[in-house]
């Protein structure tokens, strides 16, 4: 078996695992980045869209564009990385476990592994829809990926279920390429989706945007060839009589996305609500000395903000191999983040309480959207407020950054829990934003 | 009774921030076009363009004759007006381009004279 040494390995070469492996390089330190497809770049290479940058580099690039740019510092930096390589196992005394078709089975040894897996599509398992298993039925980021890269397209008269992004950016990419888009169809009576890619992808070309009904039965035994869709209630149960039968001949999955924890569950380490790895302020997972980053973490809206996160993973491999590494530290106390009220997740799961007087990044996202809220931490054993924050609107497309010094706020040292509410903002208060 | 009606002819949706205000363009008797709705100075910029010169960045794919992959993004380097999407897609179809390719060469020149560039979005070597 051939084996490899790194001081950090990174598993997965897209912009989580690129920004993260450049940080670890720039410090001097060597990292390995793992990637299972034939090139680096990860999902945005199939985003061939506008809209990505920036934040990160000022002006407006395409999801290819944004890929380049980190795979040409990768090269400068001459940072090693293995392709076509999958990574089967990793263990907590951080030993990754690889395969491909030149080496075989490979063995890495290393210090510190950071966590850059992504996350995948939910599929037509998982939201039971009733009906045969025939052809023509795709998540809308393997249509994109057949369409944008491999030159095939789904079909030429579609159906889309779900708002998300990526299904209503598909509805007008497969519009150019000369097909007809029959209707994208929402369970939820608003949009999941941005509201530019609502007004650009589906506005523009006249696409009819359903809401409130979803896909209750699927036509067709060899070849699709309609879906039954019907009005659902609060509940999401369909109304008896509503149902209405559309003809196509595919059906495009934008039903959500979820990290991709295998490896992670399979080490040992412990999964939040939002199936991202549960992570301290220095997003270090369960497992000592592994670090998790981008949408293996936590689903994103902008990868902008995966380069973010996977810059601090790196940082923050990195302090763990400058101080703690090969070091009998006990783990301090930690404060856990528990959501509550129309928060969905908070990220991260738990603050060590030697951190409370640094800066901390906290992500959430809301269950439904809201308007003249109001964020709140509240400590659950003095039932103090710690923090609070009011926003003009929340929805759940969008997630909420909140960089905070806990100690700043006068934590109280007997915290255990903190809650985070969002709700109704308070009359009389001032608003910030 | 003076007639000062206005008559909205057409809802612009800001795409600004997820506020997504609902713009009128309101059209007076005078033949004069306003705006309302919006909420920022930002919002009224981008409805004024919406309504009389709306563009696009176009992005889609060129066909690749012994490329590593049968296509690469393309995009045009600016935004263009919005009815002329179309007519630049069907000059894309005409075209197969030869690697290597690096990001950001120019695959096609001013492309039907609206001043932008069609260029490559990445690299891309031979098969």
């Known amino acids: 078996m051939k084996t490899f040494e790194a001081d950090v390995v990174i598993i997965g070469g897209g912009s989580a695992g690129m920004a993260a492996a450049i940080e670890v390089k720039n410090a001097g330190l060597d990292a390995l980045i793992i990637e299972r497809d034939y090139e680096l770049g990860g999902i945005l290479l199939q985003c061939i869209h506008v809209g990505f940058g920036l934040h990160e580099f000022g002006e407006e690039l395409t999801g290819p564009q944004y890929a380049q740019k980190f795979i040409n510092q990768v090269n400068e930096l001459e940072i090693p990385y293995l392709l076509d390589t999958m990574v089967i196992e990793f263990t907590p005394d951080k030993t990754v476990y690889a395969v491909n078709n030149k080496e075989g089975l490979i063995k ?118 309609g879906v039954t869709i019907s009005k659902v209630d609060t509940n999401f149960d369909r109304i008896v009589g509503s149902d209405r039968f559309i003809e196509c001949d595919a059906l495009l999955l934008s039903v959500g996305l979820i990290p991709e924890n295998e490896l992670t569950l399979k080490a040992g380490a412990k999964l939040s609500s939002n199936n991202g790895p549960i992570v301290d302020n220095n997003l270090e997972s369960t497992i000592e000395g592994v670090f998790a ?141 | 009774m003076e007639n000062t009606s206005s008559s909205t002819v057409r809802v612009i949706r800001c795409i600004l921030c997820p506020s997504g205000c609902p713009i009128q363009a309101n059209l007076d008797s005078k033949g004069n076009v306003t705006f309302e709705g919006y909420t920022c100075k930002r919002g009224l910029e981008y409805a004024e363009q919406e309504y009389y010169e709306p563009k696009r960045i176009l992005t889609t794919t060129m066909r690749v004759e012994n490329g590593f992959l049968p296509l690469i993004p393309v995009r045009t380097d600016m935004p263009i007006p919005k009815d002329k999407l179309k007519d630049v897609l069907k000059e894309i179809v005409k075209i197969k381009v030869q690697p290597p390719i690096k990001m950001g060469d120019i695959l096609i020149e001013n492309v039907l004279g609206l001043d932008a560039n069609i260029i490559a979005s990445r690299d891309l070597n031979k098969i």
């Open chain 1, 293 to 433: 980053c981008g949408n293996v973490l936590q689903v994103h809206d902008l990868v902008d903000m995966v380069t973010a996160e996977a810059k601090r993973a790196g940082e923050f491999a990195i302090e763990y191999i400058n101080q703690r590494y090969g070091k009998e530290i006990k783990r301090e106390k930690q404060i856990k983040c528990v959501p509550g009220e129309n928060v969905g997740y908070i990220k991260p799961d738990l603050v060590n309480v030697l951190d409370l007087s640094k800066e901390i990044m906290f992500t959430l996202r809301v269950k439904y959207p809201d308007r003249r809220i109001q964020i709140q931490f509240r400590d659950k054993e003095n039932n103090q407020l710690v923090y609070k924050r009011n926003k003009v609107y929340v929805i759940p497309s969008e997630m909420v950054e909140i960089k905070l010094n806990l100690k700043e706020n006068q934590i109280d040292p007997g915290c255990q829990h903190l809650i985070i509410d969002v709700v109704p903002r308070p009359e009389v208060l001032i608003e910030e934003e």
């Open chain 1, 108 to 225: 890495v040894e290393s210090k510190a592994i950071i966590l850059a897996m992504g996350c995948r599509e939910r599929t037509r398992g998982a939201i039971n829809i009733p009906g045969f298993r025939p052809a023509g039925i795709f998540t809308a980021g393997q249509a994109q990926r057949f369409v944008n890269m491999e030159g095939y397209l789904p079909g030429k008269s579609l159906v889309i279920l779900g708002s998300g992004d990526i299904g209503m950016i598909m509805a007008r990419r497969l519009t150019w390429e000369g097909c007809e888009v029959k209707a994208v169809i929402e369970i939820n009576p608003y949009v999941s989706g941005l509201i530019r890619n609502q007004v650009q992808c589906l506005e523009d070309f006249n696409i009819p945007l359903i809401l409130g009904y979803t896909v209750t039965k699927i036509h067709g035994k060899e070849k699709i060839r």
